[in-house]
């Protein structure tokens, strides 16, 4: 097998490792395998903490800092992490004003942040929960009932960060995060699948010039297999279906997101096309991000997320943030 | 071919059509293929300008910005740029006080860096060229006679960027320039070939389980061929070869960067092997970045990058920067 990594077994907590190495802002716990800002808890601001299997970085352990997420639990490649994590998480984010969870919508991740909750609130912490769920590609799938989530969570995690930082109450900063999810759709395109280090082989087939429609973040299958096609046919593909859900128009903030083994002059071909196609429509791109945001692995893809903007959205996404993965002007 | 193009013939010109609809921080002159700061040229003010094929992205052009470049000249994927776009950059960027080329050791880059050099000249526009030549794996390779230009590019950008935002002549700004590179060294290591959009296949064989020390940014051979190891062997065959040419110890600046292909994951257990190599050797890690700085397109791997820092590198670092690919604090 061709990774980076030391061992199969070890490959979180040795990236865990580096993490905190690599970034003093970062208070990493290797015991209960939590990511937290090293000034966490802040009294009186809501923590936001996420998580989810690793595998998809930046997203969440990136994302942890001012103005984003107070604290992250990754779990094993792929899969949920466990409560226990997500109580240490909680308590250590606390500042007596509650907690909101980020969850994606996976069934692991919904269940254990479930059982985390009712245990934090035993604790005597409040906490809310945002289930994320933009992928438009299909409902119900191998890991979720209903839709999935996947790049409208760090749209999420952006936004309702910045409006905690401004000490607003939980339930607003709830609030704000469901409207981003509202908002949002995304859709994704897989033109290879990815391997992870303990199977050591790519986790679907799929033909030299075959692709996959919809695809998941884990590579779980999405609305159809299709021939490859120019980067506008698939951009068109994965708008067309953004559109039908979500009508297209006003200001619009758009992540064009490559899968962790796309090159980054692809995305830009991308996002130009994905420029246009909005154009067409009438909308106006307000914001955007191109880059690798929510990976699976060393797959080779993109998705697209578009989020229809409000005044409100538009200020709290610019506010400032510095985190390792993303970061502009305090 | 599975890629995100619309056309092997059409990349580099769609890329630099959505580099342009992302970025309103930049403006990029579609028929030269340059791309400038959207406020270019600054008047007093050294003009720094770099280039070099594509397909290493964000190199260059994601480096334009306050802080770091003035303009960047993309050639065709992993072809030079020619000297009519570099004089037309030097020309776009030329406030009074000359340019500075910065020119990653490629016989192509460099003779047409030196024909663009005498053309601005013939302009009245002067002139000086720092050569980058970092990479330790070999002397004289496929393309390059001399030690090849990688990772130390970023740092000579970004370092001499800072400087040259001060006012400062263009003599100090291509001298710190100079001293950024000789105290720089990289080495790096491929576990997979690159494939480029116009051969549609992979630029070098290798085996299932062999990987290339050494190798070059084109997929160019390096030292050896080798089995497959773990992220602690490779990282001590790069870091011994690094230590070999120039002792490493003191307050060092680290580059840990993915190839384009390499899982954000692997590269943070990498880049903690890295950390403590060094920190066994008794060196201190002063500052660090962690990503895809300088990409082969889909290649999967690492190289990492030392330079030995002292107190006025250390305060250009962190000297503001924004860039689309490198950006902190205003």
Chains 1, 2 share one sequence.
């Not at 907590?13 to 003093?24: I, T, Y």
């Not at 839709?147 to 607003?168: D, F, M």
């Not at 991000?289 to 997320?305: C, K």
Request: glycine share 12%; net charge negative; proline share 5%.
């Amino acid at each position: 097998m061709k990774k980076l990594v030391n061992s199969a077994e070890s490959v979180v907590a040795d990236a865990l490792a580096g993490l905190a190495a690599a970034h003093p802002s970062l208070r990493v716990d290797p015991v209960n395998r939590i990511v937290l800002r090293a000034a966490a808890p802040r009294p009186g601001k809501v923590g936001l903490v996420s998580g989810g299997g690793s595998g998809h970085e930046p997203l969440h352990t990136g994302f942890v800092g001012y103005g984003m997420l107070d604290a992250a639990c990754p779990g094993e490649i792929f899969t949920s992490p466990v409560p226990d994590q997500m109580l240490a998480a909680s308590a250590g984010v606390n500042g007596g004003a509650g907690v909101l969870y980020v969850v994606k919508n996976y069934t692991g991740d919904v269940l254990n942040f479930q059982m985390a909750a009712e245990l934090a609130e035993e604790e005597g912490i409040e906490v809310a929960t945002v289930l994320v769920n933009d992928d438009v590609a299909v409902s119900d799938s191998l890991y979720t009932a209903g839709r999935r989530g996947t790049g409208a969570t760090v749209l999420v995690e952006k936004i309702a960060g910045a409006l905690a930082e401004t000490g607003a109450p939980l339930a607003e900063v709830a609030l704000v995060a469901e409207e981003v999810n509202a908002r949002s759709r995304s859709f994704g395109i897989a033109l290879t699948a990815c391997v992870t280090p303990a199977a050591g082989r790519p986790t679907f087939d799929l033909g030299p010039d075959e692709i996959e429609l919809g695809v998941g973040i884990h590579g779980e299958p999405g609305r159809a297999r299709a021939a490859v096609g120019t980067a506008r046919e698939l951009v068109r593909v994965a708008m067309d279906a953004l559109h039908d859900d979500l009508p297209l128009g006003g200001d619009v903030l758009v992540l064009v997101n490559g899968m962790g083994g796309t090159p980054l002059i692809e995305l830009y071909v991308v996002y130009a096309e994905v420029a246009a196609y909005l154009r067409e429509k009438g909308a106006t791109v307000a914001r955007r991000l191109v880059g690798n945001y929510i990976t699976s692995l060393d797959m080779q893809g993109f998705s697209v997320t578009v989020c229809r903007l409000n005044d409100r959205l538009t200020e709290l996404w610019d506010a400032p943030v510095e985190t390792p993965a993303l970061r502009w002007g305090r």
